[in-house]
């Protein structure tokens, strides 16, 4: 047997690395195929939007010992974040004058209370955990579905945070 009778021609190794690339571009988990080494996705152009509003509000922590079961108040600052993968036709992903509007009704709702004495804190204590929460969940409602709620973040001090998100 001479030299190159125990190898395979270039040519031939080429077309069975196609064949099995082929045959491994399909990709049932991801529902679709795997485009080819070297080819170039593009992903959607994504926007992220942050407006921001403040509130003060008194409240005490139940089943909590130290000085946070006493009834105390805070200065939240609270950061609402979205994104969107296209623009309307004013080239907005949504209206910063609609958005600060949405999250001034939330937060009129929470704003110079007691917190404990909310519907929604009446059994769940109001810790920043889980205003953060309700916050996100009353904004998600006002949401059109073309833009995505990504995250609440409040502020009780300058630095103390609890960020929210699903």
């Not at 125990?6 to 399909?26: D, L, P």
């Not at 403040?54 to 946070?68: I, M």
Request: charged share 25%.
């Amino acid at each position: 047997m001479g030299f190159n009778e125990g190898f395979m021609s270039v040519a031939t190794q080429n077309a069975q690395v196609a064949q099995s690339v082929e045959q491994r571009t399909e990709n049932p988990r991801v529902g679709g195929s795997i485009p080819p080494l070297g080819t170039t996705i593009r992903t959607p152009l994504m926007y992220e939007i942050h407006i921001e509003d403040s509130f003060a509000a008194g409240h005490f922590l139940r089943r909590y010992q130290g000085k946070c079961e006493n009834l105390h108040g805070h200065n939240y600052k609270v950061n609402v974040s979205f994104q969107a993968d296209s623009l309307d036709k004013a080239d907005l992903a949504i209206d910063f004058t609609v958005a600060k509007k949405w999250l001034k009704q939330i937060l009129d709702v929470l704003d110079h209370k007691c917190l404990n004495d909310l519907p929604m804190f009446t059994e769940d204590n109001p810790s920043a955990e889980k205003i953060a929460k309700y916050i996100y969940t009353e904004y998600q409602k006002l949401l059109p579905a073309s833009v995505k709620m990504t995250k609440v973040k409040i502020w009780e001090t300058d630095r103390n945070a609890v960020s929210y998100w699903e």
